[in-house]
């Protein structure tokens, strides 16, 4: 067997069938799955079984990624999290990249699921940090490791005395042996519900104390910031309000230049005449740039609900002008 999917699992439910999904559909089909839970009290184990994943007791993350990693039969070991999905032809493309630039650890680049440019610009430059680190401090995501069986039982697999970063120790220990590599020929998607559920400023704080940490004082053996698995039901307190309300009107903004500059037919296709859109452009135009504003200076409540206002106030005027028209 070629390939072993590893997923630690804790609660999934929800996001895990998106990736086993994702896995049935796949152009090459030598792999094996294995859900290694940490004692889920909701559907998770059920579904993992549904669709013929082999479930191992795990544990959260580097615990459960060993303890899958134990019973696995592949030559490589891809581990993944629940809230991953993969392109039809992500297995296919990364062993044939693997195999023939011979790399036995490997990572890709990950996408969020997400419409957001801001999440897109974290997310580039995330990517762009473990390029330019993969020879002199190599770093991966958890959620996107590839690394060969013997390699990962040659350095003792995940440290799990490790509170965070466990996934970084593998990879640099890994490293000495076999260089780092990231793949060229496909990605993956993951989603953004800890950035949501933590507030996206806010974790980048996070992960720049351990960052430092792991810089000037090693890897992080104890609880150096709040840093909970799973539970992604709700959104968590945020300790730096003041960022997260930073990232909330810079959302805000972003949606209002969306509704912006979102396309618009100029004319109706039957009549050839100027169409709806394009008569309530400039009451569209001054209901958005009024929203900019607002996003700026009012609360992110305030502004969604004056953005509501505007936009309501302006098909009112336009229905309006245009039953005039009419009567005319």
């Given at each position: 067997m070629?390939?072993?999917v590893v997923v630690p699992t804790l609660n999934e439910e929800?996001?895990?069938?998106?990736?086993?999904?994702s896995l049935k559909k796949q152009s090459f089909q030598d792999f094996e799955v294995i859900v290694a839970d940490a004692g889920s009290k909701d559907n998770t184990v059920k579904l993992?079984?549904?669709?013929?994943?082999?479930?191992?007791?795990?544990?959260?993350?580097g615990p459960g990624r060993n303890r899958g990693a134990e019973v696995a039969n592949g030559e490589f070991l891809f581990f993944f999290d629940a809230d991953v999905s993969l392109p039809t032809d992500f297995l296919e493309k990364a062993l044939k990249e693997l195999d023939h630039r011979f790399l036995d650890l490997a990572t890709c680049e990950f996408h969020p699921s997400s419409n957001l440019k801001l999440d897109d610009i974290m997310f580039r430059f995330a990517n762009l940090s473990v390029k330019m680190n993969q020879d002199l401090n190599p770093r991966a995501a958890g959620f996107c490791i590839f690394i060969t069986r013997?390699?990962?039982?040659?350095?003792?697999?995940?440290?799990?005395?490790?509170?965070?970063?466990?996934?970084?120790?593998?990879?640099?220990?890994?490293?000495?042996?076999?260089?780092?590599?990231?793949?060229?020929?496909?990605?993956?998607?993951?989603s953004v519900r800890r950035l949501e559920k933590e507030?996206?400023?806010?974790?980048?704080?996070?992960?720049?104390?351990?960052?430092?940490?792991?810089?000037?004082?090693?890897?992080?053996?104890?609880?150096?910031?709040?840093?909970?698995?799973?539970?992604?039901?709700?959104?968590?307190?945020?300790?730096?309000k003041w960022l997260d309300d930073l990232e909330k009107k810079?959302?805000?903004?972003?949606?209002?230049?969306?509704?912006?500059?979102?396309?618009?037919?100029?004319?109706?296709?039957a009549s050839g005449k100027p169409s709806k859109e394009k008569n309530d452009l400039l009451e569209r135009w001054k209901a958005g740039l009024e929203t900019l504003v607002d996003a700026i200076t009012k609360s992110p409540d305030q502004s969604e609900k004056s953005h509501q206002e505007k936009m309501a106030k302006a098909a009112k005027g336009n229905e309006k002008k245009s039953g005039k028209s009419k009567g005319k």
């Open positions: 070629r390939v072993s929800e996001d895990l069938p998106i990736l086993l999904e993992a079984k549904k669709y013929g994943a082999r479930v191992v007791p795990g544990g959260m993350p013997r390699l990962f039982n040659r350095v003792g697999g995940f440290d799990e005395s490790l509170k965070l970063a466990e996934d970084h120790d593998l990879v640099q220990r890994a490293s000495k042996f076999r260089p780092l590599r990231v793949l060229e020929s496909t990605h993956l998607n993951v507030g996206r400023f806010s974790l980048i704080q996070k992960y720049f104390r351990v960052e430092m940490h792991l810089l000037f004082k090693g890897n992080v053996k104890e609880d150096i910031v709040e840093y909970e698995f799973g539970d992604f039901s709700k959104k968590g307190e945020a300790n730096t810079i959302i805000q903004m972003e949606k209002a230049y969306n509704r912006l500059t979102s396309p618009k037919d100029d004319t109706d296709g």
